[in-house]
């Protein structure tokens, strides 16, 4: 099946301990990217990834890091995360052939105290 | 840089009501244009996608958006709502070169008995 998943779908934290959000997918595609979504704010981009060893700010990074060592795989990296980083991620991909429709992962449900 | 605007924030609607949410973007070329639909406690679901065309498009569950170039609007409709339809939705634009969607802030629709 294809599909977009992420780990952990729930998380709880204490402010300044890292923490890494896994993306994988299975669909061979180029393009990755992550979100957060905020009451009243939509969908921002944090960060996306056009390629392997490609990666490019969104809307929102500060705080964020992100990596892409392999086709599959996008993690987002929180290395002192804030209780301002409490929210809902999501990861998402696409091909890079013409079509933007992204395909997006169940979400992630950060909490940071 | 492209954007787009929800301007309802809730609706309520009856079952069996016909429903409209509307969707105004900002883009300077033709747009790739898309409605995503989210369930409490899922992830995102593509319901239906314009890129270019007949400018009303069928998407799944009985929605269809129509595409306005002159009112810079693509809203979605569906004649009549179900009970299982109560959700958020999400409008989105994506334009350039880098994959880049951008969505709207969402319109939470809730549907009574």
């Known amino acids: 099946e294809a599909q977009v998943t992420q780990n952990p779908r729930y998380l709880i934290t204490v402010t300044g301990k890292k923490l890494t959000v896994t993306c994988s997918q299975n669909?061979?595609?180029?393009?990755m990217s992550w979100y957060r979504q905020d009451p009243g704010l939509g969908l921002r981009q944090i960060y996306y990834?056009?390629?392997?060893?490609?990666?490019d700010k969104g809307d929102v990074p500060e705080g964020y890091k992100v990596s892409r060592k392999e086709k599959r795989n996008f993690p987002l990296i929180l290395e002192s995360p804030s209780p301002n980083q409490t929210s809902l991620y999501f990861c998402?991909?696409?091909?890079?052939?013409?079509?933007?429709?992204?395909?997006f992962g169940p979400g992630t449900r950060l909490t940071v105290t | 840089a492209q954007s787009v605007t929800q301007p309802d924030i809730h609706i309520t609607v009856s079952e069996g009501a016909s429903l409209e949410l509307r969707c105004n973007y900002s883009?300077?070329?033709?747009?790739?244009l898309f409605w995503y639909v989210q369930s409490p406690g899922q992830g995102l679901q593509l319901l239906l996608k314009?890129?270019?065309?007949?400018?009303l498009v069928q998407g799944i569950k009985g929605f269809e958006a129509e595409f306005k170039r002159s009112q810079s609007s693509f809203n979605l409709r569906k004649p009549s709502v179900h009970w299982s339809d109560a959700a958020e939705y999400f409008c989105?634009?994506?334009?350039?070169?880098?994959?880049?969607?951008?969505f709207g802030a969402g319109t939470r629709l809730t549907v009574k008995p």
């Open positions: 314009y890129f270019s065309g007949d400018t």
């Open positions: 998402a991909s696409s091909p890079l052939t013409g079509s933007y429709e992204q395909y």
């Open positions: 990834s056009m390629n392997v060893e490609v990666t």
């Open positions: 669909m061979n595609h180029e393009y």
């Open positions: 989105a634009v994506g334009a350039g070169n880098n994959n880049d969607m951008r």
């Open positions: 883009y300077g070329a033709t747009p790739y």
